[in-house]
């Protein structure tokens, strides 16, 4: 079965900084393509970011330049640094999974960026 879990959200000020983390059991993450998705209320879920199996990455232009993805094969984690954090970036933020068609998600975690 797969778990995904996410910690790190939270509250902080505009130009602040959030760390989160995705840790993922019944799945390898190195295998997946593993993203973090955001969805405001009364918006659509959105990419944030992803990093496929080689490692590459790719972000919303919304975020580049402040956010970085990246994966430690080791404990089986995903993190996303949040830095210079914008109120328009307050939104729950899911850790995705895919493997070919099979997707999984986390359960989400609240970030809060107050102006």
């Known amino acids: 079965q797969v778990e995904l879990v996410e910690s790190g959200g939270g509250l902080v000020q505009a130009g602040g900084s959030l760390g989160l983390s995705c840790a993922a059991s019944?799945?390898?993450?190195?295998?997946?393509?593993m993203g973090w998705y955001r969805q405001a209320p009364g918006k659509q879920r959105e990419l944030v970011a992803r990093i496929n199996t080689g490692g590459n990455t790719n972000y919303a232009d919304s975020v580049k330049g402040r956010f970085t993805i990246s994966r430690d094969n080791a404990k089986n984690t995903v993190y996303l640094q949040m830095n210079s954090l914008k109120p328009e970036d307050t939104a729950v933020y899911y850790c995705?999974?895919?493997?070919?068609?099979?997707?999984?998600w986390g359960q989400g975690t609240q970030v809060t960026v107050s102006s």
């Open positions: 019944g799945i390898t993450v190195s295998d997946n393509t």
């Open positions: 995705n999974a895919r493997y070919y068609t099979v997707v999984s």
